[in-house]
T-cell receptor
């Protein structure tokens, strides 16, 4: 299956600490995206990284992509309680419209 | 724009009943997706449409599931007859056709409980 797998499944940290989540996938991609899902809500797009990019930043988010290892990481710096959510990676398997979502990392940021 | 709108937000029904979930995508978006989310299986793509045409329905679990997109502003996902194992949160998402960088915009979901 193309589906990505996030690691860890769950992460609990204190406010102000950094949170790192990892995603591994199986086949070649055009781009990889990260989404956030707050409890009881739909997914919200955070950031997209193209297959020819190695690193991308957006505010407190930093995403890296290693296509040779078929892996990506999402770093949230200086975490806040409001960052508490599940985070998913999504890969497109060379089909720009069809995405495969991983199982998610559940992040809990304690105030 | 109000975003992707799904209705109802919650649906409780009895086994064997027909269930219809509705979705209004963001105006101007060319692609529409139906997903199902459960604890066991995560987020699964059921079907997606491009310009109102079903492109890939390989994720539709059984013939009991059907989806339509009669026009660019409306789609339905129907389950007939429903079964308890269909209980899940169903999401609709839409995406503009921007070539290589298609971001998906999700609705708030419909939580379905089949008793």
């Amino acid at each position: 299956s193309q589906q990505g797998e996030e690691d860890p499944q769950a992460l609990s940290i204190q406010e102000g600490e950094n949170a790192t989540m990892n995603c591994s996938y199986k086949t070649s991609i055009n781009n990889l995206q990260w989404y956030r899902q707050n409890s009881g809500r739909g997914l919200v797009h955070l950031i997209l990284i193209r297959s020819n990019e190695r690193e991308k930043h957006s505010g407190r988010l930093r995403v890296t992509l290693d296509t040779s290892k078929k892996s990506s990481s999402l770093l949230i710096t200086a975490s806040r309680a409001a960052d508490t959510a599940s985070y998913f990676c999504a890969t497109d398997a060379n089909n720009f419209n069809k995405f495969y979502f991983g199982s998610g990392t559940k992040l809990n940021v304690k105030p | 724009d109000a975003g992707v709108i799904q209705s109802p937000r919650h649906e409780v029904t009895e086994m064997g009943q027909e269930v219809t979930l509705r979705c209004k995508p963001i105006s101007g978006h060319n692609s529409l997706f139906w997903y199902r989310q459960t604890m066991m299986r995560g987020l699964e793509l059921l079907i997606y449409f491009n310009n109102n045409v079903p492109i890939d329905d390989s994720g539709m679990p059984e013939d009991r599931f059907s989806a339509k997109m009669p026009n660019a502003s409306f789609s339905t996902l129907k389950i007939q007859p429903s079964e308890p194992r269909d209980s899940a949160v169903y999401f609709c998402a839409s995406s503009p056709d921007r070539g290589r960088e298609n971001i998906q915009y999700f609705g708030a979901g419909t939580r379905l409980s089949v008793l």
